[in-house]
């Protein structure tokens, strides 16, 4: 069964302070693994979208990296505004559904 | 110009009743989905039509009832209410397998 563990659960990081977000996976035949931001009371905001191993995207202040078993979502001198919740998904096999991991609630304290 | 939008916004009602969720994109789509994130965050599909045909229905109880006049629309109808459907309900579109661009969520509190 296809199925998305995003760690940790929560982190807290100072304005400034480097670091990244892990989604590990399985799956049978990746199409694509998605990243997405959620604030409260609002509907994910897509980010990246890979598709292959060794690909990577990046946005401003993140960068999101995908191997055969993981992603990650590595966050650069993070500023208050990048707090939010977020989501890591994926589809795989012949649906279109997407797997969603639990998501990471990141804090950024100025 | 908003892509995916739902009505309402906000949805408060008693156990018993029925109710609707409207969902309208713009993106040209061919594909839509009903997603449900409970108390815990956690998001999971429910629905999802192609060209107006059902394609996924991830074992959700048949009180929940998707309608899809068009490609551009998808309605979901709720009968009978039940303390344990409140949730919040996220409408996305998305063509074929390809990035999924949702709503800003209907919150949903059965009373």
């Known amino acids: 069964e296809d199925q998305v563990t995003q760690s940790p659960e929560a982190l807290r990081l100072q304005e400034g302070e480097s670091s990244s977000l892990n989604c590990s996976y399985t799956v049978s035949g990746l199409r694509g693994l998605f990243w997405y931001r959620q604030d409260p009371g609002k509907g994910p905001e897509f980010l990246f979208t890979l598709y292959s191993a060794g690909e990577e995207k990046e946005k401003e202040r993140l960068k999101a990296t995908l191997t055969k078993k993981e992603s990650f979502l590595h966050i650069t001198a993070p500023k208050p505004e990048d707090s939010a919740t977020y989501l890591c998904?994926?589809?795989?096999?012949?649906?279109?559904?997407?797997?969603f991991g639990t998501g990471t609630l990141l804090a950024v304290q100025p | 110009d908003t892509a995916v939008s739902q009505t309402p916004k906000y949805l408060v009602t008693q156990m018993g009743n029925d109710k609707s969720i409207k969902c309208e994109q713009n993106l040209g789509h061919d594909t839509m989905y009903w997603y449900k994130q409970d108390s815990k965050k956690f998001l999971k599909i429910m629905f999802s039509?192609?060209?107006?045909?059902?394609?996924i229905n991830e074992t959700v109880p048949n009180r929940f009832s998707p309608k899809s006049p068009d490609k551009a629309h998808l309605n979901l109808h709720i009968n009978s209410l039940e303390l344990g459907d409140s949730a919040v309900y996220f409408c996305?579109?998305?063509?074929?397998?390809?990035?999924?661009?949702f709503g800003p969520g209907t919150r949903l509190l059965v009373l």
């Open positions: 998904a994926l589809i795989g096999g012949a649906t279109n559904k997407l797997i």
């Open positions: 996305a579109s998305g063509q074929g397998g390809q990035t999924q661009y």
């Open positions: 039509y192609n060209n107006k045909e059902l394609i």
